[in-house]
């Protein structure tokens, strides 16, 4: 099931970027968590889930099938967003295994795209369930900007020893813009380390990031209003956490108005720079000190900051406790632990801090 028409999508398509080394990764939604947040999602019966799960599996094998992917590959499930209860978590348990085992049964092998608060902790708690079947690839979404596959640090509910085996794909930032071959595009990032379409190659470097730069930078100078469209909208719907269909109509007026006047700025419902800075305050908390360095004898302010954003007692002095605390977050981060706080050391900080 898509929200749009194949387009250049075919199995010449699919044969052409293989040919020139791309790896492709064969994901199908359909219905949704009953408790998804997203509005306007058609969602899952939950006395019908196991039945649900398997017609989308045949679905889904059709068109792989129909794109000339045949038994043998990968196809993820996305399962969006969810704020799970017991019986919304055990129907999509429920779908997910009937996904998997039919998907298995037509000789294909099966994935789950999800957070790890939800779908990967649910799918985790089920594993060994009796007639739980797992799929044998998951996908999580957690934009923190680290490039591995594990997130037990962040989800305790989501293990390491669970999917351990080149299982896993992270989806670790998003609403990028980058260039590749001369044609700019909008794209979410992944870390690979599952099946996928294609054969294994060396990983593409991507453009030089900066830690100055965040998902919103591209679009400081975009102007929205009612009528827009396009790869612009989808991000600032994304970040306003409204329905995302990439036109700017009266559900994203709204929800942009909301904003604005919870910012205390012009409630004109534009999305002018001062909203894509706000935005970008909102959820890069410490972007203003990423351009500073502190270190073990600092004192003032921004030392204050940085120990709450570390979660320890703010005593405005960056003596060794403070410089312990930042070595262990630049080793979670599997950076040099210096203890010195610059540039790429704020944003792993400001990855953990609870939002």
């Known amino acids: 099931m898509r929200a749009c028409g194949d387009g250049n999508l075919s199995a010449s398509w699919v044969a052409r970027v293989r040919a020139m080394g791309w790896r492709l990764i064969p994901t199908y939604v359909g219905p949704q968590a009953r408790c998804v947040t997203q509005s306007g999602l058609a969602t899952i019966s939950s006395t019908a889930a196991s039945a649900q799960g398997t017609a989308n599996a045949n679905d889904a094998v059709s068109r792989a099938r129909h794109f000339g992917m045949g038994p043998g590959t990968p196809i993820y499930y996305d399962m969006e967003g969810c704020s799970p209860s017991a019986s919304c978590s055990r129907t999509v348990t429920n779908f997910i295994s009937a996904w998997t085992s039919e998907l298995h049964h037509l000789g294909y092998t099966s994935g789950a795209y999800g957070n790890p608060g939800s779908l990967m902790t649910d799918m985790s708690r089920s594993a060994a369930s009796p007639g739980f079947a797992p799929p044998d690839n998951v996908w999580f979404a957690h934009w923190n900007g680290l490039r591995n596959t594990s997130d037990q ?55 030089t990031a900066s830690p100055a730069t965040t998902r919103y930078t591209p679009y400081k100078g975009v102007v929205l209003q009612h009528g827009s469209v396009g790869a612009a909208v989808v991000v600032l719907q994304r970040a306003l956490r409204a329905t995302v269909d990439g036109g700017f109509g009266p559900l994203t007026l709204a929800v942009l108005v909301a904003f604005e006047k919870q910012q205390k700025i012009p409630a004109n419902g534009i999305a002018n720079r001062l909203v894509w800075d706000r935005l970008e305050a909102r959820d890069y908390p ?37 410089t312990a605390a930042v070595k262990a977050i630049q080793a979670k981060a599997k950076m040099t632990q210096t203890g010195v706080v610059s540039g790429w050391t704020w944003v792993a900080i400001e990855n953990r801090m609870p939002r």
């Open 286 to 322: 410490l972007i203003a000190y990423r351009g500073l360095t502190r270190r073990q004898g600092s004192t003032g302010g921004v030392v204050v900051v940085l120990q709450r954003a570390l979660r320890i007692a703010p005593t405005a002095v960056f003596g060794p406790t403070t």
């Open 153 to 207: 640090s962040s989800y305790p509910g989501f293990p390491n020893n669970q999917w351990s085996h080149r299982q896993r794909v992270h989806q670790y930032d998003g609403n990028l813009y980058q260039s590749w071959g001369g044609v700019g595009v909008s794209i979410d990032a992944d870390w690979v380390d599952a099946t996928v379409v294609g054969t294994p190659g060396p990983v593409a470097k991507p453009p």
